[in-house]
DNA sequence: ATGGCTGCAGGATGCAGA
């Protein structure tokens, strides 16, 4: 089963990107971020022609996540725990049925967090401890699912090409690396870090300043996996090559095959 | 380069992104 994650950076804006890379790689289930639109706005048809069942969660504007599935998608939730249900378009999760028994996935866009110091970086630190308490319950459920999306977080120097340009970010703050650090913690993996030798590996080039042709990238897209999905890792992989299609996404795909 | 693009809302520029 592939499983992919990509920020799109507006759904509607990169419909045809997004169906040509469905076709290609065939992945199962992808996560979609930054859909910058409202549910009524998704154009789901588009995905249901692929073959696709869509489930999302739309915000005008900004944010926004979805889940494309090949399988049916079963308790859907577009909510972290306390949320009171006028939050941020952050976080949606459905359920899979898979050989021997329930994949949960959930696409996730952590926030941004900029500027250091401001009540967006305490907005992105608290919604990571919801992440981290969503994610302790369903490892104590004993449940096998797959945390994908934009984390908005480097994890390590090596996940930067040019570490000190970010040391003033949000996304590379010592608490921001922390948090991060606790989740996995708990027991997940990362699984590009699981398969590759990650230095050099990014999943998000700037528009500006030619970022892309000097490889001014981060790896703050991240796929983690609860033990029992982590036991059917075979593969994962950063799909570069849609950085250079016209009008891409900031982001690239980031893909992972679990032998279910 | 002190954010140098990009998408979106709205109908000009401002906001958000990372």
């Not at 971020?33 to 549910?39: A, P, S």
């Not at 696409?107 to 009540?119: A, E, K, Q, R």
């Not at 907005?123 to 908005?152: I, T």
Request: glycine share 6%; hydrophobic share 45%.
């Amino acid at each position: 089963m592939k499983i992919a994650t990509w920020n799109i950076n507006g759904v509607r804006a990169r419909l045809d990107g997004a169906a040509a890379w469905l076709k290609d790689a065939n992945a199962d289930i992808l996560c979609l971020q930054e859909l910058k639109c409202e549910d009524a706005a998704f154009p789901g048809e588009a995905f249901a022609d692929l073959g696709y069942n869509v489930a999302t969660r739309g915000q005008k504007g900004f944010n926004g996540v979805a889940i494309l599935s090949k399988l049916p998608l079963e308790d859907v939730s577009r909510h972290l725990s306390d949320d009171d249900g006028n939050d941020q378009a952050r976080f949606i999760d459905a359920v899979v049925s898979v050989a021997g028994g329930a994949l949960r996935v959930a696409s996730l866009y952590c926030p941004n967090g900029n500027p250091t110091g401001s009540d967006r970086f305490d907005y992105k630190l608290a919604w990571m401890e919801r992440l981290q308490a969503y994610a302790a319950a369903h490892l104590a459920a004993e449940e096998a699912f797959v945390l994908a999306g934009d984390f908005n977080i480097i994890p390590e120097p090596e996940d930067a090409r040019f570490p000190d340009n970010w040391t003033g970010d949000a996304l590379f703050q010592p608490e921001s690396r922390a948090v991060f650090r606790r989740l996995v913690n708990l027991g997940l993996t990362d699984a590009i870090r699981a398969v590759e030798a990650t230095a050099g590996s990014y999943t998000f080039w700037d528009y500006q300043a030619g970022a892309w042709q000097k490889n001014n990238g981060i790896r703050i897209d991240h796929v983690l996996l609860s033990p029992l999905a982590a036991d059917r890792l075979t593969d994962a992989a950063i799909d570069k090559r849609t950085r250079e299609w016209e009008k891409p996404s900031d982001h690239v795909p980031v893909v992972v095959d679990l032998a279910f």
